[in-house]
């Protein structure tokens, strides 16, 4: 009966069990709970649905964002953390300037992905939305660079790049949760989450 019941405790945990801390400053992937956001500045988000539905909520997954963070004298913007039963599993923020260099200092320059091209607005003069990306092997987490400049789907001219770090395997059992407002882009380059 002992075994049985140390099995059930520790069933949930396989999904991080091989997470090596993986993350930006504080913020570590498998680690990290929503607990430790109460000060850093952090607005839990509405809830999830899951996607192509209006009412049929996610209820294990939470997203919390934060307009701007400074960790270590680098400031990361628009700064959303993903949590599936309260382990963050996703981050995600915008890519530029000084975190973009320590990031690269610490990890090395990314594997270059072939180049996307979509058509997201229908008028005539629209140029197409060029989606460059890069991609790391953190341990067993991955890390996403997307640049993507051109005309968004709302047809207005739009130059971003967002890095995602997430979990694979978790990504995985939640990829039916409608995370897309986080970064638009990221089923766009073909990326499994």
């Known amino acids: 009966m002992k075994f049985l019941l140390l099995f059930l405790f520790l069933l949930p945990y396989p999904l991080y069990s091989q997470s090596n801390g993986v993350g930006l400053g504080p913020f570590r992937i498998g680690i990290t709970t929503p607990d430790a956001l109460q000060q850093a500045g952090f607005q839990e988000q509405e809830l999830v649905v899951v996607k192509g539905t209006l009412a049929l909520p996610c209820t294990n997954i939470r997203v919390f964002k934060a307009d701007s963070v400074e960790v270590q004298g ?72 997307i640049r993507a400049v051109g005309t968004n789907a709302r047809c207005e001219p739009e130059q971003t790049t967002r890095l995602t770090i997430a979990s694979p395997s978790v990504a995985a059992i939640t990829s039916e949760c409608d995370l897309d407002h986080l970064d638009p882009y990221f089923e766009g380059i073909g990326v499994k989450r």
């Open 74 to 145: 680098i400031l990361m913007a628009r700064l959303f953390l993903v949590f599936h039963e309260n382990r963050l599993y996703r981050i995600t923020c915008e890519f530029d300037g000084p975190l973009q260099t320590a990031f690269v200092a610490q990890h090395g320059k990314g594997q270059k992905r072939p180049t996307t091209r979509l058509a997201l607005c229908d008028r005539s003069n629209a140029k197409r939305m060029v989606l460059e990306s890069e991609s790391w092997q953190l341990g067993d987490c991955v890390a996403l660079a």
